[in-house]
T-cell receptor, first 113, second 110 residues
Framework: DGGITQSPKYLFRKEGQNVTLSCEQNLNHDAMYWYRQDPGQGLRLIYYSQIVNDFQKGDIAEGYSVSREKKESFPLTVTSAQKNPTAFYLC????????????FGPGTRLTVL | RKEVEQDPGPFNVPEGATVAFNCTYSNSASQSFFWYRQDCRKEPKLLMSVYSSGNEDGRFTAQLNRASQYISLLIRDSKLSDSATYLCVVENSGYSTLTFGKGTMLLVSP
């Protein structure tokens, strides 16, 4: 089955630690995205990548980093510089051409202890 | 900043009711519009794209008014399974990114 996978589903982190969230897709999509969702809030864009070895900052990139070494993979690192990292993190991808709908993975819930 | 505004909700309706969600957007250059559905603690899933002429998919009808920068979603004959949060989503022209509204929660009761 084609789709987007994220791991782990739940992640607990101590303050001051960096953690990396995994996102993999086998849809052959060029573009990939990372969002953060807080309770009662909309999705906010952290980073996105339209092609391998290239990525752009979204609206809330501070405290996060990404890489795009393979088309299938777009890992997100939440660094200790991120002041409020507890949130639901969603990865998405989009194929080439229009329209621009994105397809989401199941998400990772990160909790800082 | 490009914004997407939705009714805050929640909307509480009985089974069989018709319910309408409204959404306004600020980016007049946007060309693509969507409604996503998000169940509690799950990822958003595409419900339907919104086309200029309006479009229908079973009990769901989406309308777009470009002049007023307004999008709507109508759900007829509500089912218990329609209970979810509905997200209005607008493409950011030229950036291949999307802006999401905060969503409107729908609760359908027996």
């Amino acid at each position: 089955d084609g789709g987007i996978t994220q791991s782990p589903k739940y992640l607990f982190r101590k303050e001051g630690q960096n953690v990396t969230l995994s996102c993999e897709q086998n849809l052959n999509h060029d573009a990939m995205y990372w969002y953060r969702q807080d309770p009662g809030q909309g999705l906010r864009l952290i980073y996105y990548s339209q092609i391998v070895n290239d990525f752009q900052k979204g609206d809330i990139a501070e405290g996060y980093s990404v890489s795009r070494e393979k088309k299938e993979s777009f890992p997100l690192t939440v660094t200790s510089a991120q002041k409020n990292p507890t949130a639901f993190y969603l990865c998405a991808s989009r194929g080439g051409g229009g329209p621009y709908e994105q397809f989401f993975g199941p998400g990772t819930r990160l909790t800082v202890l | 900043r490009k914004e997407v505004e939705q009714d805050p909700g929640p909307f509480n309706v009985p089974e069989g009711a018709t319910v309408a969600f409204n959404c306004t957007y600020s980016n007049s250059a946007s060309q693509s519009f969507f409604w996503y559905r998000q169940d509690c603690r799950k990822e958003p899933k595409l419900l339907m794209s919104v086309y200029s002429s309006g479009n229908e998919d079973g009990r769901f009808t989406a309308q777009l008014n470009r002049a007023s920068q307004y999008i709507s979603l109508l759900i007829r004959d509500s089912k218990l399974s329609d209970s979810a949060t509905y997200l209005c989503v607008v493409e950011n022209s030229g950036y291949s990114t999307l802006t999401f509204g905060k969503g409107t929660m729908l609760l359908v009761s027996p």
